[in-house]
T-cell receptor, first 113, second 113 residues
């Protein structure tokens, strides 16, 4: 079965650079969630989109923005990168009407040098 | 969403049942109990959920006490591949269609040979 696809899987950036992470949800899933997981931390919710509209917002820095496109894929844009942005970034998708299951992607490991 | 309390770590012998407890004494009537797990550096994985009845699927069983203030996730025959952090999450699925899941401190289960 198709799973959530994230690209790139690994990304290395310098401080103050920008980065764009992409997420391709499971086909027919209409909701996308972004999570950030720092070293030794639990996943922290950043933002979610339902039918291309932002549906919820967590602890996402103002330097980050995200959107969901007409094909339901989503992009997380990160600017003015800081060392503390180094983390695993997970995307999850769900079929909103399908209840509680969130299907997570393999994550993008961002390293900021 | 109701707060949950889980032991930070547990050990289990391979082939034995792993019983992971979760306290959620402030759970409200419409809130479900969800269990996810995260194998090291992988995306979290949905395991099971329930409201008040015990539930079983191919991965695990969920036992919810009659007063719903606590629950236990049971892995009937733990394998080394079940070594992971297990998260117990409580939320009302009707609360905010954005539907974020909040990952608190989970239980790090170590299955040993």
């Amino acid at each position: 079965a198709a799973g959530v696809i994230q690209s790139p899987r690994h990304l290395i950036k310098e401080k103050r650079e920008t980065a764009t992470l992409k997420c391709y949800p499971i086909p027919r899933h209409d909701t996308v969630y972004w999570y950030q997981q720092g070293p030794g931390q639990d996943p922290q919710f950043l933002i979610s989109f339902y039918e291309k509209m932002q549906s919820d917002k967590g602890s996402i820095p103002d330097r980050f923005s995200a959107q969901q496109f007409s094909d339901y894929h989503s992009e997380l844009n990160m600017s003015s990168l800081e060392l503390g942005d180094s983390a695993l970034y997970f995307c999850a998708s769900s079929l909103l009407a399908g209840g509680p299951m969130r299907f997570f992607g393999p994550g993008t490991r961002l390293t900021v040098l | 969403d109701a707060k949950t309390t889980q032991p930070p770590s547990m050990d289990c012998a391979e082939g034995r049942a792993a019983n992971l407890p979760c306290n959620h004494s402030t759970i409200s009537g419409n809130e479900y109990v969800y269990w996810y797990r995260q194998i090291h550096s992988q995306g979290p994985q949905y395991i099971i959920h329930g409201l008040k009845n015990n539930e079983t699927n191919e991965m695990a069983s969920l036992i919810i006490t009659e007063d719903r203030k606590s629950s236990t996730l049971i892995l009937p025959h733990a394998t080394l591949r079940d070594t992971a952090v297990y998260y117990c999450i409580v939320r009302d699925p009707r609360d905010n269609q954005g539907g974020k899941l909040i990952f608190g401190q989970g239980t790090e289960l170590s299955v040993k040979p």
